[in-house]
C-alpha cells in the first residue's frame, strides 16, 4: 500500500502514533539544561544521560525510540540523528533511518516534524520542494524491499501516513503548503518508478523471461498511455539484429527488442536514448559462470528495470523531454545451439564480432539496443547496464562506473547523480583500452584484457554510438546488494532511476 503523505498541522482525527524529530549532535548536547526545557524536563534528561554514555549520539543514521508513557502527547518520539549542512542526501539518508525506526515499532501513521534549525540550510541552497521531495524518498524507499514469494502470504507491515507537521517559525520562506506539496508529488512520483524497477529486477528468471519482460513493458507503456513497439526473434532477424539473436539463440526463451517513445517536448530536435541491458538470466553461456553467487544474475536486466522506472515516472511527471527508450532483452543459456566462443557475428550496425567470451553478452545486445536507438531518432545516449563484474572490483558496491565519449553529457549525468545521492564514478576511456578488443577475425572481439574490464566493456558499447554524445552507466556493482543500506534495500536497487529522471526533467 502507498504511504500517504500531507503537509501541514493536524486538524482533529486520529493522533499520529510517533512523532520524527531530527537532531544535531550540537543540539543533543544542550538537552537536560533545566532552564530550557526542550520535550519533556524527563524525556530531555533522558536522552542527555544517553548522550553522556555515548548511546545515542545523534550522528547520522543513528536513530533513539522514546516511549513517552504520557510525558508527551504521542506515544513515541523518534529522533533521527542529522550532520549539519550534510544536505539532500543527508536529509534522505536521515529520512531513511527515521522509515526504519518507525517500522521497527510498526507504526502506521507517524508526523515528521520540519525545523527551520535542520532544514534551514538546504532550503536556502536547493529549495524546499527539493528537501520535500529528498524527505518522501528517503521515507518511502527505505521501506521498499523484495516481496517474497511464500504458501502464505504473510501481513506485511505499511507506513500508511505521513504528515510533515511545520514547527513554529517554519514559514513561507521555507516554502508554502503548495512548494511542500509539489515535492511531495514529484518524490512520490520517482519512487513509484524506483519501486517499480526493484520489483521487476527481484522476479526470478523463470518467471521474466524476454517475453514477460516485454509483456510488463507493454502493460507499463499502455497504462503511460506510451507508443511501444516490440521486436520478436523473426522480426529482429529481418533487421538484422546479430547481436541480440546470438546472446537469444540458446534460449528457449526468444530474445526481443523493445522500444518506448515518450515525446514531451514536441518543439525540441532533441531525443535522449536509454538503453538498458535486459538480460533477464545470465549463465555465462557456453561461457559458463560459477555457481556460487550464480542466482543473482535475475539482476542482469536492472539496467532495463533502470530505464523502464525512468520512462514511467518520466512520464507520470509530464517531463518536457523526448525519450527513446531500448531495451534489447534476452535470456543467455549455453545448449546445443547457443552461440560459442570463436563464432563471428555481425551487429545491426554491420560490425562484426568475434566471440571470445559468451559471458560477455551484455555489450553484444546493447550494441544492437544503440543501433535501434539511433534509427528510432535519438541525438544523444546513455546505456545502463549490469556490464561488468569488473566495475565492482574498482569500485565496489559504492558507485555506478561511468564511460563517456562527451564531457558535457557526462557534465550533467555528474549533477544530477549529485543532486539524487546515486554516485556516478567516471572511468578513464583511453584508447589503449580498446586496443585490447582487436580482433584478427572481426571488426572487434567482445572480450579482451582481464585489466580494465570496466572501461574496455563500456569501450565496446561506444563504438556503436555512431560519434552522438554518449555516457554508458555500468551497475554491476550497484544493481544488486547483498544487505541493506541507507535508503536501499537488500535485493534489487533500481538505481539510476532518479539519476536519470532527474536528468532528463530538469530544465539546463
Ligand atoms: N552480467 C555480468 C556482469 C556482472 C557480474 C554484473 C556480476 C554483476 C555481478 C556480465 O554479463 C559478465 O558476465 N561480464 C563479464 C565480462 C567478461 C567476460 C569480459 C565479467 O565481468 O566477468
Ligand atoms: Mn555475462
Ligand atoms: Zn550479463
Known sequence: ??????????????????????????????????????????????????????????????TEIVSTLGLFELPYIVFVGYEDGS???????????????????????????????????????????AVAQALTEGLVLALHDRKPLKKDQTDRFALEEITFKPEAGFDEKHGNKQVWELGINRGKIITDGVGYARDLTNLPGNDLTPERLAFHAEE????????????????????????????????????????????????????????????????????????????????????AAAVLGAVKALAELKAEVNIVAVIPTAENMPSDRAFKPGDVIRTMSGYTVEIVNTDAEGRLVLADGLTTAIRRG????????????????????????????????????????EQTGERVWQLPAYAEFKNNLKSDAADLKNSGSRYGGASAGGLFIGHFAEGLPWVHLDIGGTAWLEASRGWEPKGATGVMVRTLVELASTKK
Do not use: C
Request: glycine letters at 10%; zero cysteines; aromatic letters at 4%.
Open 220 to 303: 507499463l507503456a499502455n497504462s503511460l498511455d506510451l507508443e511501444i513497439e516490440v521486436i520478436d526473434e523473426w522480426t529482429a532477424t529481418e533487421q538484422r539484429m546479430g547481436g541480440l539473436l546470438s546472446v537469444g539463440q540458446g534460449s528457449i526463451n526468444p530474445p526481443r527488442m523493445i522500444v518506448i517513445h515518450y515525446k514531451g517536448a514536441s518543439d525540441s530536435s532533441e531525443t535522449l536514448g536509454l538503453i538498458g541491458k535486459g538480460i533477464t538470466f545470465d549463465t555465462g553461456g557456453i561461457s559458463l559462470k560459477k555457481a556460487p553467487g550464480m542466482e543473482e544474475m535475475i539482476s542482469d536486466m536492472g539496467g
Open 378 to 417: 535519438a541525438t544523444k545516449l546513455i546505456d545502463v547496464a549490469t556490464l561488468t563484474g569488473a566495475v565492482m572490483v574498482a569500485l565496489g558496491y559504492e558507485a555506478t562506473g561511468a564511460v563517456t565519449n562527451n564531457d558535457s553529457l557526462m557534465e550533467e549525468v555528474k549533477r544530477a547523480s
Open 87 to 129: 544536505g539532500l542526501d543527508g536529509i534522505r539518508r536521515a529520512a531513511a533511518a527515521a522509515a526504519k525506526a518507525l517500522k521497527s515499532i510498526r507504526v502506521k501513521h507517524a508526523e515528521v516534524l520540519l525545523q527551520s534549525t535542520i532544514l534551514n540550510v538546504a532550503i536556502t541552497e536547493k529549495g524546499a520542494d
Open 1 to 62: 500500500m502507498a504511504t500517504s503523505f500531507t503537509y501541514g498541522a493536524r486538524s482533529g482525527g486520529q493522533l499520529p502514533e510517533a512523532l520524527v524529530r531530527f537532531i544535531t549532535e550540537e543540539q543533543l548536547k544542550g538537552f537536560g539544561d533545566p532552564a530550557n526545557v526542550i520535550i519533556h524536563p524527563e524525556i530531555d534528561a533522558r536522552l542527555k544521560k544517553g548522550y553522556d554514555k555515548e548511546v545515542f549520539q545523534a550522528k547520522p543514521k543513528q
